[in-house]
């Protein structure tokens, strides 16, 4: 089992910046892959970032290609996803997940997800 819980989340005003966090316990060892999913209210979970390790490979939505940016600390088994002028279609809770098998692209493909935090940009 893989525990993730996710921190970071709250408001902020278009143009600027937040840090989500997500924090990973229990067989972490088997993770190679995590992602980063959004959801609105009456909508799917979409796609956000996804990256993978040892070969630090990383995959974005082009919604956030160029402002949004995925990274990992080992030594804390966290991973974090730096959003940078946000906008207010960036309003969402935001979910972090481990892979498991298929696509990143894919939230049917992550085995693990967090609570979610959420993240409201205003205009």
């Known amino acids: 089992q893989v525990q993730l819980e996710e921190s970071g989340g709250g408001l902020a005003q278009a143009g600027g910046s937040l840090r989500l966090s997500c924090a990973a316990s229990g067989r972490t060892f088997s993770i190679y892959a995590m992602g980063w999913f959004r959801q609105t209210a009456g909508e799917e979970r979409v796609f956000v970032a996804a990256?993978?390790?040892?070969?630090?490979?990383?995959y974005y939505a082009d919604s956030v290609k160029g402002r949004f940016s995925i990274s990992r600390d080992a030594a804390k088994s966290t991973v974090y996803l730096q959003m940078n002028s946000l906008k207010p279609e960036d309003t969402a809770v935001y979910y972090c997940a481990a892979h498991r098998s298929g696509s990143f692209y894919n939230s049917r493909s992550y085995e693990y997800w967090g609570q979610g935090t959420q993240v409201t940009v205003s205009s």
């Open positions: 990256m993978t390790w040892p070969l630090n490979m990383k």
